[in-house]
């Protein structure tokens, strides 16, 4: 009974945001006040009977309702009760549950913390979004039910939750990625909304702004997680392949990095609206085109969840209908926008436009990289491979000139500025550059180019940021967006210096060990002790200890080889012994003859920089959301975008 009142309320959804899409939509365009005032009331229904559906599958998944399909294909009365949990979007049609469920939460904010905005405009925003919303309720309703029932057959147990997903990680991190997917939705109902009322004005990029930045925020955390996840999880000591799921989060969250920047100076100056309207469209449609990729069957993927030709189908018409629909809109209405703000070819205008390029540019050949081998295939011209030494190659090419423009735009002035005026903050900002790229070099011996270059550019970036900031408190009392923009640029530079450490003086080696023997890596001595059988909640394992030396110190580590029954899946933990300056890394590998087993052991310096990196920059987005000029009152006059 519980899954019917699931599905009942799903529907019922439907119901909700196709009135959301259209009442208070011709409300808005006919000034029809009625129409207008059933918006909010219909954000509160949508978002209490989707409540209502993800508590119903969430409670199958709980007490182990086999009679669910969905619940039998992904759950195993064996499997702890919080993986249980996680796996209510652990596979596709819970996920996309989970997905209409943050969109109805999303929409539900921009209704609670909007009040302050004129009510037309408040109605144009949350009918853009019920339109977003019946698009994926009928997909989810059509294609995707996750309350399907398994009768007449009833099966004892479930097939169990995919290995992969049965960790803390995964239970984090696609809640934080869809967050920042779908948080695109609202940048992009309040691009749309504005075009729709011909309100393109500062005034409608600073309502803007705070939603954008939490998405970022929440886009950022998750990429941080899958990495995080990948490194620990998949036991080959690396944190980004470049795979084709991993480029469908990277590409809006390019997009929204272009996005915040131009936003701040349509916010400010009154300029670049037409560019920053396509970056609102762009980011939101880059998250819909990661939804088709991952949804689609066209690729293959650890992350991959459908393969059924029907959903992709759907979701690529969809995704032509809102794209498309959009650039119409956007190509009859923006070319009547002019900006009345001028500029010098030197000013930060000029200079976050120079960024936004760079960052488009980054985009695009992201963009070519990842679908021309399925393009190339699908036309039946063969396979070909775009590996990660390509978008390797292709990052350390963009992120120079990305890295010198960034540290430099916040010390210039807006409109007008002379360059003569920087060259007293160039000087100190050389030398602090000088001594990080020194020490580095000298602590690992960097001679590799490239690698060198980026330290040089991660310290430039700090010292240049950090300047800015003095200079700036010298002058006034800093807002909180202020430091969050430091913050995050801060954040940049640490995973700038993290990449550049760990791809040159990172160390591994693939060893046949029996207990008892050693290797040696980078002055760290790994001895493996012994192996023993352990027993978990749904798997058996192999637990290897090993005992790493150096000088007088000495760590622990733990690694195991999962065999989880169900599946008959087998499953790397690697042990880890973490530290600022460098990991240490133990995977275990095949049992081989004679008690002797395949070991990978990994010296990993400045891994951690890498998500020190993304921490710093979530914390930058919540500390310039929490700026009091985005919550600030506003008058009739000025509330309106």
Not at 234 to 255: C, H, K, Q, R, T
Not at 606 to 618: A, S, Y
């Amino acid at each position: 009974m519980i899954p019917e009142i699931g599905h009942f309320t799903l529907l019922i959804s439907l119901v909700f945001a196709t009135l959301l899409g259209t009442v208070p939509l011709i409300g808005a365009q006919k000034n029809i006040a009625a129409f207008i005032h059933l918006a909010k009331p219909l954000v509160w229904g949508i978002f209490a009977l989707l409540s209502i559906s993800l508590f119903c599958l969430a409670w199958a998944f709980y007490f182990n309702d086999f009679s669910v399909y969905y619940v039998a294909m992904n759950s195993n009365s064996a499997l702890p009760w919080y993986y249980r949990l996680s796996a209510v979007w652990g596979a596709h049609e819970g996920s996309l549950l989970l997905w209409v469920w943050i969109l109805a939460l999303w929409t539900l904010a921009v209704a609670i913390f909007s009040r302050r905005m004129d009510e037309v405009d408040v109605a144009r925003v949350l009918s853009v979004m019920g339109i977003i919303a019946i698009g994926f309720l009928a997909f989810v309703i059509f294609t995707s039910n996750p309350f399907e029932r398994t009768f007449p057959s009833f099966p004892v147990d479930g097939r169990d939750l995919n290995p992969l997903l049965q960790d803390i990680g995964l239970i984090i991190h696609p809640p934080m990625l869809y967050m920042g997917y779908v948080g695109f939705s609202v940048a992009f109902a309040f691009a749309i909304a504005a075009l729709l009322a011909g309100k393109l004005d500062s005034t409608w990029a600073r309502w803007s702004r705070p939603w954008t930045l939490a998405a970022w925020g929440f886009l950022t955390a998750g990429i941080t997680l899958g990495s995080w996840w990948a490194y620990y999880e998949l036991g080959w000591g690396g944190w980004w392949f470049w795979d084709p799921v991993e480029n469908a989060s990277f590409m809006p969250w390019l997009a929204g990095t272009a996005l915040i920047h131009s936003l701040a100076v349509t916010e400010k100056r009154n300029a670049f609206k037409s560019w920053t309207v396509l970056l609102a469209i762009s980011a939101f449609s880059l998250s819909l085109l990661g939804t088709f990729l991952v949804r689609s069957g066209i690729l293959v993927s650890v992350h991959a969840f459908a393969s059924d030709p029907t959903r992709g189908l759907f979701i690529l018409i969809y995704l032509l209908i809102v794209i498309g629909g959009a650039l119409t809109l956007y190509a009859v209405r923006a070319s009547n926008v002019v900006s009345s703000h001028r500029y010098k070819l030197f000013s930060r205008e000029v200079l976050l436009f120079v960024n936004n390029i760079f960052l488009v540019a980054a985009l695009l050949v992201v963009l070519l990289g990842t679908l021309l081998p399925l393009v190339h295939k699908e036309i039946g011209l063969g396979s070909i491979s775009i590996g990660a030494p390509f978008f390797d190659r292709i990052a350390s090419y963009w992120v120079i000139p990305f890295a010198i423009v960034l540290s430099i735009a916040p010390l210039v002035r807006w409109k007008q500025d002379k360059l003569s005026r920087l060259k007293g903050s160039l000087a100190p900002a050389i030398l602090i550059t000088a001594l990080i790229s020194l020490t580095v070099y000298l602590t690992f011996n960097i001679n590799s180019f490239i690698h060198l270059l980026g330290v040089c550019l991660a310290a430039w970036i700090f010292a240049m940021t950090a300047y800015e900031l003095v200079i700036s408190r010298q002058k006034t009392k800093l807002p909180l967006s202020h430091w969050g923009m430091t913050m995050a640029h801060w954040g940049f530079a640490a995973l700038v210096i993290g990449v550049a450490v760990t791809q040159f003086a990172s160390k591994e080696e693939d060893v046949r060990l029996m207990p008892g023997e050693s290797v040696s890596l980078n002055e760290y001595n790994f001895k493996f002790i012994d192996v023993k059988q352990v027993t978990g909640p749904n798997y058996t394992a192999y637990k290897g200890s090993f005992l790493v030396t150096r000088g007088n110190s000495e760590y622990q580590l733990h690694a195991e080889k999962r065999y989880y029954k169900v599946q008959s899946n087998v499953m790397t933990e690697a042990g880890i012994d973490a530290g600022l300056w460098r990991d240490l890394y133990v995977s275990l590998g095949e049992n081989l003859e004679n008690g002797a087993w395949a070991v990978k052991v990994h010296v990993k310096p400045f891994v951690r920089w890498l998500w020190l990196g993304g921490i710093l920059m979530v914390m930058g987005s919540a500390l310039c959301i929490a700026d009091k000029r985005y919550r600030r009152v506003l008058s009739a006059s000025k509330g309106q975008i």
